[in-house]
């Protein structure tokens, strides 16, 4: 298999061979695969990689292995996942779309085999439609309003609101902002997608229907509502065509400790 990688050293891009281990692709590509098809994380040395397959390459070995897909995934024909780094390693994550069934694994990699491990399972439809909801709670999930200006331009009068201090940093400790008070009973019949993983805590983030963001701790099984999740005025630019198209965590990159390159 041969790839670009971008070397540090050249400061440009080069074309590598990686030999394979295990199995080939044939045997694992007809798999039922979904979710985000371009999504990968580093950890340890190794890339994983997600594109229908879930491969992973060692940049000092110059190797790369197939993982085949759980044993025991979603009964779906298309389960939903997810892959991501989390706070033990590489994870995966599985969702039935009205959130009937959650799975997380982990990948082992004590053997030369790889292979994913269920570590997490849960039914989160109860939680999720035995909720109070009040969808004018903002809760913990603050939107940088990216579409102010637009919005302002066309209307003079409208004033933007403050964020409230300290609006950016989530408090994952925080687990009472899920209202379970004057709850409603009744079948759930939104959809739930995975958007991505903590990357140092085993946290899980969902959305509702697009619209609502809630944090699912694995180890306690809380779930925790992060609130709306549309910039401000976002119904108004997107006129119906609202999507996620892609998410990712940010963490802060500190360009100052890395090596003058010479």
């Known amino acids: 298999m041969l790839l670009q990688i971008f070397s540090s050293r050249t400061n440009g891009w080069e074309e590598r061979s990686f030999q394979r281990q295990g ?12 979710g985000d098809p371009k999504s990968a994380v580093y950890w340890r040395g190794h890339l994983y990689v997600h594109h229908y397959f879930v491969m992973r390459i060692s940049l000092s070995s110059g190797k790369y292995q197939v993982i085949k897909p ?18 033990k390693g590489v994870y995966l994550a599985s ?21 994913w491990v269920l570590k997490y399972q849960a039914d989160i439809r109860h939680i999720l439609s ?3 909801y009040n969808p004018k709670v903002q809760g913990s999930w603050v939107m940088e309003d990216i579409n102010y200006h637009s919005y302002h331009d066309r209307f003079p009068d409208y004033k933007e609101q ?6 950016f940093e989530w408090d994952s400790d925080n687990e009472d902002v899920l209202d379970t008070k004057d709850k ?8 739930v997608d995975i958007i991505g993983f903590h990357p140092q805590k085993e946290v ?22 992060l609130g709306y999740m549309y910039p401000t005025q976002y119904d108004w630019f997107a006129e119906g065509d609202k999507l996620i198209e892609s ?3 940010y963490t802060p990159c500190w360009t100052a400790e890395f090596p003058t390159n010479n």
């Open 70 to 87: 759980p044993q025991d995934i979603n009964s779906s024909r298309t389960p939903k996942l997810q892959l991501g780094r989390s706070e």
């Open 130 to 132: 035995h909720r109070g």
């Open 95 to 115: 969702i039935a779309s009205h959130a009937e069934r959650l799975q997380v694994w982990i990948v082992d990699e004590s053997s030369a085999r790889l292979e």
């Open 23 to 34: 199995e080939s692709f044939s045997t694992v590509a007809d798999l039922p695969w979904s």
């Open 247 to 249: 998410s990712f965590p």
């Open 184 to 191: 409603v009973d009744g079948e759930y019949r939104k959809y």
């Open 162 to 167: 403050a964020p409230p201090e300290n609006g």
């Open 204 to 225: 899980v983030f969902l959305s509702e229907s697009l619209e609502r963001g809630f944090a699912y701790h694995l180890s306690t099984s809380k779930l925790q509502d």
